[in-house]
């Protein structure tokens, strides 16, 4: 079983001075090259306080706070102070802001600090309205001290941070697909910016069209030997996942899936530094896969399908433990391997690995084994349904407590009931 790669890759070397980038790769035509450094975010974090600043009449949603906080996973984390606009401050001098929220309503922005026009309900760039509650911006002001992670809708997820977005200065975003990236205009100097849907023309043949899916192919691969039947192979896919998840396929929306000719080109694509390796890579309903490869694409299609029909994941561990464990329903092989990998590894198991951050879940590939070994156990002793509710409500802890379990007691019987010494 081919090993995948995690839709949301953090290596743990993030940040470090030692990065080291293949000096065999230039980047694709068209680009302008990243920050792979990432010295305007470094800084803008490397604060004690950061004041996050809402406008009047709105407030953030528990969870985008929580984002918000658990952003910063390189060092100790700066203190956060939320409060409204309007809500007096003498202590701001020297704090770095984050504004967060709809950029039309706050009303003591300055427009000349920010690279985008305010507009009635939303914004535009260079005569390009963005006025859907799913558009959105990433801005880093020159001297770091401000940062802007706005969208139009209260309600539409932060997917700044699902791209880790940090190599540019500037994005824009329509949901789930960067528009732009690049490094604020300046003197007349538009070439600063890349316009995404100018380059994913280019670089793309026409879409391959299936029953659930779009599929661009990168014009430079040649061989795609077998893809004609793997597209409906994948079709297959979905219908046997929302057959096991007893979901209607109609939840599910509709992919679209890039493969790219390599992976420094598809990070170019996501804005992901070269110093991280990603080959693969979910957010929302769109796939980036290097190569044509069918096993990272189901691998990412299955975490959009369990985030539209079940819902968000409570952690990392979950998250790709449940996906993991759907394999098992497809391929027994699949179980096994699995099984082996615990087995070898079985110490990695641990109350803090469950619980724990997705910076200590990545650390190992093996990982995703493990996890989903335990979720497969998991289930089999609360029942499908019960953990699925528990899955969507983020409530995974008082699932175990109910059935008389703690962590320590779940990895000791598992152990015991695998025979694993």
Request: proline share 4%.
């Amino acid at each position: 079983m081919a090993k995948t790669i995690k839709s949301f890759c953090i290596v743990i070397n993030l940040l470090l001075n030692c990065i080291f980038i293949s000096t065999g790769f230039s980047q694709p035509s068209g680009f302008i090259a990243m920050d792979d450094s990432v010295k305007l975010m470094q800084k803008f974090y490397q604060t004690d306080t950061i004041v996050v600043v809402i406008p009047d009449g709105h407030d953030l949603k528990p969870e985008d706070a929580a984002l918000i906080r658990d952003f910063v996973f390189w060092k100790e984390k700066p203190f956060y102070e939320f409060r409204h606009e309007s809500q007096p401050s003498t202590t701001d001098a020297g704090k770095h802001l984050l504004f967060s929220g709809p950029l039309h309503t706050f009303r003591q922005i300055t427009a000349g600090d920010l690279p985008v026009t305010i507009l009635k309900y939303g914004f535009s760039f260079n005569g390009e309205q963005f006025c859907q509650p799913e558009d959105g911006f990433y801005y880093i002001s020159d001297n770091a001290d401000q940062l802007y992670i706005c969208r139009n809708g209260e309600d539409a997820p932060l997917s700044y941070l699902g791209y880790l977005t940090s190599a540019y200065q500037f994005y824009i975003l329509r949901g789930d697909r960067i528009c732009f990236s690049g490094f604020r205009p300046g003197g007349g100097k538009t070439e600063q910016m890349n316009n995404l849907d100018d380059l994913r023309k280019s670089y793309f043949g026409k879409p391959i069209r299936t029953k659930y899916a779009d599929f661009y192919v990168a014009a430079s691969i040649t061989d795609t030997t077998g893809l004609a039947s793997a597209l409906p192979e994948f079709d297959r896919y979905v219908d046997g996942m929302c057959q096991y998840l007893s979901v209607e396929p109609a939840g599910v929306p509709r992919f679209e899936t890039y493969f790219y000719n390599t992976r420094e080109e598809l990070q170019y694509f996501i804005a992901a530094p070269l110093w991280q390796t990603v080959y693969g890579k979910s957010t929302g309903n769109i796939n980036h896969v290097t190569g044509v490869s069918m096993t990272i694409c189901r691998h990412e299609a299955g975490h959009t399908i369990i985030g539209a029909t079940i819902g968000k994941a409570p952690s990392a561990f979950f998250d790709e433990g449940f996906r993991q464990a759907t394999d098992y329903f497809f391929s027994p092989e699949a179980y096994q391997h699995d099984l082996e990998v615990f087995r070898t590894h079985h110490q990695n198991l641990t109350p803090g690995l469950i619980t724990g951050k997705g910076v200590e879940f990545f650390r190992a590939m093996e990982n995703y084994s493990i996890s989903g070994i335990f979720v497969d156990y998991l289930i089999a002793k609360t029942g499908f349904n019960e953990f699925k509710d528990a899955y969507a409500q983020h409530t995974i802890d008082q699932l175990i407590s109910k059935f008389g379990f703690s962590w320590e007691t779940l990895i000791e019987n598992l152990n015991k009931d695998l025979s694993v010494q």
